[in-house]
């Protein structure tokens, strides 16, 4: 090999060099550098070549150019390990990066124990039960399944009276054929109540009841009611209208009020309807109040002497009054919802607006 030849080979080394450190360089990803170690340091390289074809020079040149591929390598092997280690640490990086992502998505998307909340008229029975609260009420509970007793004849309706088609009852198969019902409405609570507590008595009621009806935009056969029981001396009439405009500026706003139309219920005289205001149109009328501006929410009346002398209460002595609202139909009013129906149905999409 003569001079020329060993600086030919000299350039021959450094560019094989230069374009493999350029190659090695270029990997964005360890799987990418393995590719390019492969390439340019693997058997099939231009270095491998360069190696092989060292056989055919004298071994003074021959020498010389092996010890410059031979450092060219190992300089490039030096390359490839930093590269390595560069790569790994960012790709760890990243994989950090990712599960901390990842952590967010499952925090603020995906989490699977989102939190609940009461249902709407639970909310609703709260709400009532803290208005009556406030105005000097107690709040009593009663069972959901009743004797006929309970549901109907201490009421003031004996078997085979007429008003008993005001309830289209549910019977339960217990004990004698129709003697036992899901209540009907919350006033067999003011029997238990007025059984086991001597007036004065100034409680509220509530809880579910059950109407064998099939159901429309206003009614549920599943429903809830919020019974009213006052029993003092000197009570009247006065005072329970008095009492429910008193609920119903609390509860719905100043500008909602009430009014009572005479109706008949067997367990009070006289009786009432209590309308409000309705709620979607102030008055003015519309489709849901069927244009009278007036919304239908509760039944009321003095307490009748019968219902007295039921549970051993000197009629003479203490005068008091009773209504009865739907629960359901308050937050219907309050939150303008067009069909009760969909207070049923769990519909999360309805429910998590409240
Ligand atoms: N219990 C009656 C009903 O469900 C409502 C009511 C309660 C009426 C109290 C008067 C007094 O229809």
């Given at each position: 090999m003569t001079v020329g030849e060993t600086e030919a080979m000299d350039g021959v080394a450094a560019r094989l060099e230069r374009d493999?450190?350029?190659?090695?360089?270029?990997?964005?990803?360890?799987?990418?550098?393995?590719?390019?170690?492969?390439?340019?340091?693997?058997?099939?390289?231009?270095?491998?070549?360069?190696?092989?074809?060292?056989?055919?020079?004298?071994?003074?040149?021959?020498?010389?150019a092996g010890r410059m591929l031979h450092d060219a390598r190992q300089r490039l092997e030096e390359l490839v390990a930093a590269r390595r280690e560069e790569l790994a640490a960012s790709e760890r990086r990243a994989m950090l990066e990712g599960d901390r992502l990842d952590l967010t998505e499952v925090t603020t998307v995906?989490?699977?124990?989102?939190?609940?909340?009461l249902h709407l008229v639970d909310q609703t029975q709260r709400a009532l039960e803290d208005v009556f609260v406030a105005m000097g009420f107690t709040v009593a509970e009663g069972p959901e399944s009743e004797t006929d007793w309970y549901?109907?004849?201490?009421?003031?309706?004996?078997?085979?009276?007429?008003?008993?088609?005001?309830?289209?009852?549910?019977?339960?198969?217990?004990?004698?054929?129709?003697?036992?019902?899901?209540?009907?409405?919350?006033s067999p609570v003011q029997v238990h109540l007025m059984e086991e507590q001597a007036p004065p008595i100034h409680a509220v009621?509530?809880?579910?009841?059950?109407?064998?009806?099939?159901?429309?935009?206003?009614?549920?056969?599943?429903?809830?009611?919020?019974?009213g029981l006052v029993v003092d001396k000197g009570i009247t009439f006065a005072d329970l209208a008095g009492t429910l405009e008193t609920f119903t500026n609390a509860y719905f706003g100043a500008d909602i009020h009430t009014r009572l139309r005479p109706a008949?219920?067997?367990?009070?005289?006289?009786?009432?309807?209590?309308?409000?205001?309705?709620?979607?149109?102030?008055?003015?009328?519309?489709?849901?109040?069927?244009?009278t501006g007036w919304v239908e929410l509760a039944g009321c009346g003095m307490v009748d002497p019968a219902v007295f002398e039921a549970v051993g209460i000197d009629p003479t002595e203490?005068?008091?009054?009773?209504?009865?609202?739907?629960?359901?139909?308050?937050?219907?009013?309050?939150?303008?919802?067009?069909?009760?129906?969909v207070l049923d149905e769990n519909e999360l999409r309805f429910l998590r607006q409240f």
């Open positions: 493999a450190a350029a190659a090695i360089r270029a990997a964005e990803t360890t799987e990418a550098l393995a590719d390019a170690v492969t390439a340019v340091l693997g058997k099939r390289s231009a270095l491998a070549r360069a190696h092989r074809d060292l056989a055919g020079l004298d071994p003074n040149a021959r020498r010389e995906a989490s699977p124990i989102a939190r609940g909340h549901n109907f004849e201490a009421l003031n309706i004996p078997p085979a009276h007429p008003a008993r088609s005001m309830w289209d009852t549910f019977y339960l198969d217990l004990g004698q054929p129709e003697t036992v019902v899901l209540r009907t409405h919350t009621m509530p809880g579910r009841c059950y109407r064998h009806e099939t159901p429309d935009a206003r009614h549920l056969a599943t429903f809830h009611q919020l019974e008949y219920f067997p367990f009070t005289e006289p009786s009432a309807e209590v309308e409000i205001t309705c709620t979607i149109c102030l008055g003015a009328g519309c489709r849901t109040c069927s244009n203490w005068t008091g009054f009773a209504f009865g609202f739907g629960i359901d139909r308050c937050a219907q009013m309050r939150h303008g919802i067009a069909d009760l129906r």
